[in-house]
């Protein structure tokens, strides 16, 4: 019987800032009483689906300085401020930040909010905030502030606290005494979250699993020469090794989770799934019995073991990974899986998002049914994927977990149970160091603003280690609780052109403020360095579209038979997400385009997840165009039409190679391209060629290409 083991990671940066003792971002108070809370209540609704839940210490440190008052919460201070007393300053404030929510699943169902965000206007690059200022009401301001906190409340919140489903019924024209009573739920699902979790946990078929304190990348703590492994050309800042801190950020985080839930953590989620073998001791010591990380962890670690070709199925097993002499039982994520349900899910019908899964799960389940104890792992983000959908996620967990819970071909199951069950695991002795993002650490480190943070780490830390005996134990502990802070994996995520967000320039001011800290604890100046930005200026990413820059005319085989032909086409590259989820399992790596006047050319390039999906379609749409739908069959090389004008051409071979008839010339072209996977539940949304909105494809003239001819 296949055991299929689900974990959710709940984890937020630590965001107070140690000089105020101010938490600067609200993050940790709104998922607290969105996704942590609506988790908490479906696993209380379903005790029959057995899961985990990996709560890092640093998110449990906040939400109790928060549930205590210890600290101060500054979007909160926001709200509170009376409407009628906001000065021009926190006006603006308002206007800018009290929109950071879903606009499509958390503002525009609600009237009033959509109205006041349409007033504001949806794009702040052309807005003028003391205008918009000057044409808001007190009562505006007053519902802004309500809507804001309002909005964030998940559905286990609207349950379980009627005032709140009052104030969203009466929407708008919202008193200062209907705000505090938002602000005061949300405090009283603060104190209760960890209590709540804990009874989770006493009640049983719930383990409460951890990740080291503050979230560092475990093997750049060990030793950061040990990226060079997943990525031998990489440009590295200074070495920075001490692996004395890993260790000690793992003890922290077992004496923390003893305190809060009775009982010491028996499984560990290495921050972002990052690995290496010499971190095993340490993790053994620490009285761990399992961790986890990314499938392609496993199939690397087996390449160097000399299973090149391992099958995909290797992948339905636990592993003992060992190195001298500590042997650890590791497992590894299905990465399609849980990446479907932290980006796919939400663009389906909940039933059908459900079905998806639990089909796959069966084609695992006879597949391995000879086996001993097979293991499905599912392990993704609990907390940001939810927002994206309509309801939250309830009625696609509700489905989901009704499905899982039917069916007699598998049985859920705790990390815990299943590394307790008295059978052999298979060894696994080359355990690859690398993450879930692509097997490597090109997220954290590489980068010159990357460098240069690991670089200022780096010499506060020496400079900690030769003065460390000079001060006082309770100073040397709040020195090392600084820099273990800053040892985060957050503001490295941040920096660099990989990921971006509106508030680049705060995460980094937090990063340097730690390390300022540090020398302030001790009495002395921080260096002047430390107060310059390592954010640069042009740090922002490239655009991931480049447009036709002359008229095109490839052949459609399949195959990119000369260099020009496609040379004068855009190129659309899919990018991550540029938020807090990183997105690995595209089936489309490019997709080229470009016109003859007469006929739309396309061209995708395949990723290797391709191998994973037996039947494929995409759906093309737009203006200029007829709706066409191709099927993709990868292991079949073929590619055909099951829609489209006459016309219309498809082949596949190295790359899917497609022509559409244009709906007359002159006529602009603007227009996506949807991938389906089909399976025997129907079609289930796994990407969309751009995320939103279409690619414009304009008609090149003779006269455009030769301005762009080159030699």
């Known amino acids: 019987m296949l055991h299929i083991a689900l974990l959710w990671h709940m984890h937020q940066p630590y965001y107070v800032d140690p000089s105020t003792r101010t938490a600067m971002m609200p993050w940790v108070r709104l998922h607290a009483v969105k996704g942590y809370l609506d988790m908490a209540a479906m696993a209380e609704r379903h005790p029959e689906i057995r899961m985990a839940f990996n709560l890092t210490p640093v998110l449990l440190k906040q939400i109790e300085e928060l549930a205590r008052g210890d600290v101060r919460d500054l979007w909160r201070e926001w709200t509170l401020i009376p409407a009628a007393e906001l000065g021009p300053v926190e006006k603006r404030l308002l206007l800018e930040h009290f929109f950071k929510a879903n606009w499509d699943n958390l503002v525009r169902p609600n009237p009033r909010y959509h109205e006041l965000l349409a007033r504001r206007g949806y794009d702040l690059g052309h807005a003028s905030?003391?205008?918009?200022?000057?044409?808001?009401?007190?009562?505006?301001?007053?519902?802004?502030?309500?809507?804001?906190?309002?909005?964030?409340?998940?559905?286990?919140?609207?349950?379980?606290?009627?005032?709140?489903?009052?104030?969203?019924?009466?929407?708008?024209?919202?008193?200062?005494?209907?705000?505090?009573?938002?602000?005061?739920?949300?405090?009283?699902?603060?104190?209760?979250?960890?209590?709540?979790?804990?009874?989770?946990?006493?009640?049983?078929?719930?383990?409460?699993?951890?990740?080291?304190?503050?979230?560092?990348?475990?093997?750049?703590?060990?030793?950061?020469e040990f990226a060079l492994r997943a990525m031998p050309m990489a440009t590295l800042p200074p070495p920075f090794r001490w692996p004395d801190d890993l260790e000690a950020q793992l003890r922290l985080a077992v004496e923390q989770h003893t305190r809060l839930f009775g009982a010491a953590p028996t499984g560990l989620w290495p921050s972002e799934g990052a690995v290496c073998p010499e971190m095993l001791p340490a993790v053994q010591r620490h009285g761990f019995r399992w961790m986890a990380t990314d499938e392609e962890i496993l199939f690397r670690s087996l390449a160097r073991a000399g299973a090149h070709d391992a099958p995909r199925l290797a992948l339905y097993a636990s592993y003992a990974a060992e190195w001298e002499g500590a042997c650890m039982t590791t497992v590894f994520r299905d990465r399609l899986l849980s990446d479907f349900i932290g980006f796919s899910a939400s663009k389906n019908p909940a039933d059908a998002a459900a079905a998806f899964i639990l089909d796959r799960f069966e084609g695992i389940a006879a597949a391995v049914k000879d086996r001993a104890d097979p293991l499905a792992a599912i392990i993704l983000d609990g907390e940001n994927a939810w927002e994206y959908f309509a309801d939250g996620g309830e009625s696609f967990l509700e489905a989901w977990y009704a499905g899982l819970a039917r069916n007699g071909a598998w049985r859920t199951t705790t990390l815990a149970e299943h590394a307790a069950l008295p059978r052999a695991r298979q060894r696994l002795t080359q355990l690859h160091t690398g993450s879930w993002i692509q097997a490597n650490f090109d997220i954290w480190i590489g980068d010159p603003e990357e460098n240069r943070a690991w670089e200022l780490l780096g010499r506060t830390r020496r400079w900690w280690e030769d003065c460390r005996n000079t001060v006082a134990a309770e100073t040397a502990r709040a020195v090392e609780q600084a820099l273990y802070a800053a040892e985060g994996s957050d503001w490295f995520w941040w920096y660099g052109g990989d990921f971006t967000t509106d508030n680049d320039l705060l995460f980094d001011q937090l990063f340097r403020a730690h390390l300022q800290h540090a020398y302030r604890l001790c009495g002395e100046e921080p260096p002047a360095d430390l107060s310059v930005s390592i954010c640069r200026p042009d740090a922002a990413a490239a655009a991931a579209s480049a447009p036709p820059i002359a008229p095109i005319q490839p052949v459609i085989d399949g195959r990119v038979t000369t260099f020009f032909e496609w040379r004068d086409a855009g190129v659309f590259q899919p990018t991550p997400s540029r938020g807090a989820m990183f997105q690995t399992e595209r089936v489309v790596a490019a997709l080229a385009y470009g016109t003859n006047a007469r006929r739309l050319f396309l061209r995708f390039d395949g990723t290797p997840a391709l191998a994973k999906h037996p039947r494929l379609e995409i759906v093309v749409s737009g203006e200029g165009l007829e709706e066409a739908r191709l099927a993709w069959l990868p292991p079949t090389s073929e590619a055909f039409f099951l829609q489209a004008p006459n016309g219309a051409e498809a082949r596949f071979a190295r790359v899917l190679e497609a022509a559409l008839p244009l709906r007359g010339e002159g006529n602009p072209i603007r227009f996506s391209a949807t991938v389906f996977d089909v399976g025997e539940h129907g079609a289930t949304q796994i990407e969309r060629l751009p995320a939103s909105g279409r690619l414009e494809c304009p008609l090149v003239d003779a006269d455009a290409a030769a301005a762009n001819w080159c030699v």
């Open 129 to 224: 905030l003391d205008a918009v200022a000057s044409a808001f009401s007190r009562q505006d301001f007053l519902d802004l502030q309500v809507w804001f906190n309002l909005a964030w409340c998940g559905h286990a919140a609207f349950r379980e606290r009627p005032e709140l489903d009052e104030l969203r019924r009466k929407g708008r024209g919202f008193s200062e005494e209907d705000k505090r009573a938002v602000l005061d739920a949300h405090q009283r699902v603060l104190e209760g979250l960890i209590g709540r979790y804990r009874r989770l946990a006493e009640r049983g078929g719930v383990e409460l699993s951890t990740s080291p304190f503050f979230h560092p990348i475990s093997p750049l703590i060990c030793d950061t």
